[in-house]
């Protein structure tokens, strides 16, 4: 075994895709999203849509990738020599062994401290409680009239006046100029915000302006600005710039709308729906008042019909009908119960007649003649069955008697004890017998055995 196979055998070797590998986790695990600074160079956009590029100072660069679709979501078209603020995280591109950022958000640099003086003072409102949901108050459904804070010579201003008179001119709109953008607008707005909430004129105030920059919307993120929104005792709504454009005041406000326009549709009703609700609660109104009508022309034609019932001359046509049907009632109930006592009489007088003596004694001779005449006839009809039952026995005894026996010449001997004798063995000399034949009997005496 040579030095360099015990070398290799006690340490780890790499290849250079797992040594890169390697950096890559830890250069990826060791930095967290950073923000980097500096100067666009050999910018390139391929048909992919993604966005290679150097971010570079005076004394050094990094290669840098902004991927799809991060790279379609910018609001500029990044350029040459442009001053970029980035968000992104630190990688190590593999093939050649370079780092790199991997970015995720990119602004101009101009933006970038706005940008972060922007979340740091949403930060601190948002932990003072000036964003919260329970804070904020509804907007009233019907506004007499509407403060709108806002430059008089916008198109922001324009566009929620023909809103306002389209949907619904009834309401009174009072626009109450202030500059938008500049140093002088932040105070400007704030005390107007006072101003506007102190005269108890208005039923809400309106805060807009047309859409623009970070910067051109910068008064809007004014923290005086922010508290005097809070501190209206009228309801704010907020419509700074387009639907992609928050503030601060956005948050603040009690509702924020993405355009002027939108804002105004929220703050009148729509004419023609009101219109459309009135004509239909107008129907239902007239419907329910005819129902009404017709329930109390029912109530009242009962009520009339009843008090007709209630005239003397009515009531004594009523007092003679119920009379006379009473009457016809009594009549008529006095022949049932006469009908019903004759019919009750009659059954009795059929029982009593059924309880005579005579017609009692009558019955039971009646029976007893059919009893008698019952009793006869099942005696002779036992009579008559006995005497062809005894004719039988007697063929019968007859049949199997001795006599019949006696008569074909045969005769039955008996000792002096009347005992048949059926051996010669059972007599001796000298006894005397008797000789029963058919038409009598002998006397004999035994002379010899032989």
């Known amino acids: 075994m040579t030095d360099l196979d015990a070398t290799r055998r006690a340490r780890e070797v790499l290849t250079p895709s797992a040594l890169n590998a390697r950096a890559r986790d830890l250069l990826e695990g060791a930095f967290p999203l950073v923000w980097v600074e500096g100067e666009l160079s050999n910018v390139s956009r391929p048909a992919s849509g993604h966005l290679y590029f150097t971010l570079k100072d005076a004394a050094a660069q990094v290669r840098a990738a902004m991927f799809k679709p991060r790279s379609t979501y910018l609001r500029f078209r990044p350029a040459e020599g442009m001053h970029v603020l980035v968000r992104a995280r630190v990688s ?8 790199q950022l991997i970015v ?33 108050r509804a907007l009233p459904r019907f506004a007499r009239r509407i403060g709108v804070i806002t430059s008089p010579s916008g198109a922001a201003v324009r566009d ?21 953008q500049g140093k002088e607008a932040p105070p400007a707005i704030a005390a107007m915000l006072r101003r506007a909430g102190a005269s108890g004129r208005y039923d809400v105030l309106l805060l807009t302006r047309g859409g623009g920059s970070l910067e051109d919307l910068w008064a809007f993120n004014d923290e005086d600005v922010a508290r005097a929104i809070r501190a209206c005792p009228v309801p704010v709504v907020s419509a700074v710039g387009h639907e992609i454009d928050y503030t601060i005041a956005d948050f603040v ?16 009703p ?13 129907d239902r109104l007239a419907l329910l008042m005819r129902r009404r009508l017709e329930a109390l022309a029912q109530g009242l034609d009962r009520r009339l019909a009843r008090l007709g019932t209630q005239r003397p ?10 009379l006379a049907a009473l009457l016809a009632r009594l009549r ?26 005579q017609a009692r004694l009558r019955a039971h001779a009646a029976q007893l003649q059919a009893l008698r005449q019952r009793l006869q006839t099942a005696i002779a009809r036992g ?23 006696l008569e074909r010449g045969y005769a039955i001997l008996f000792d002096a004890q009347g005992r048949v004798l059926r051996s010669v063995a059972a007599a001796d000399v000298g006894d005397a017998l008797r000789a029963r034949l058919a038409d009598g009997e002998l006397h004999l005496a035994v002379r010899a055995k032989g």
Do not use: N
């Open 92 to 99: 190590l591109y593999e093939p050649r062994g370079d780092y």
């Open 160 to 180: 929620v006046l023909s809103v306002i008179r389209r949907r619904f001119p009834l309401v009174e709109v009072d626009v109450l100029p202030v500059p938008v």
């Open 332 to 357: 008529h109930a006095e022949r049932d119960a006469v009908d019903a006592r004759a019919a009750a009489l009659a059954r009795l007088h059929a029982r009593l007649g059924l309880q005579h003596p």
């Open 270 to 282: 729509d004419r023609a729906a009101l219109a459309h609700q009135l004509a239909q609660r107008r």
């Open 104 to 136: 995720e958000h990119m602004e101009e640099a101009g933006e970038g401290a706005l940008r972060r003086a922007f979340e740091a003072l949403k930060a601190r409102l948002a932990a003072e409680g000036l964003f919260d949901a329970a804070r904020k």
């Open 253 to 268: 406000a009690d509702l924020r709308a993405p355009t002027p326009s939108a804002a105004a549709e929220l703050l009148v």
């Open 383 to 405: 009579l008559e069955r006995r005497a062809r039952y005894l004719a039988e026995l007697a063929r019968t005894l007859h049949a199997i008697s001795p006599l019949a026996t």
């Open 313 to 322: 001359q009515a009531r004594l046509a009523l007092g003679r009908e119920r």
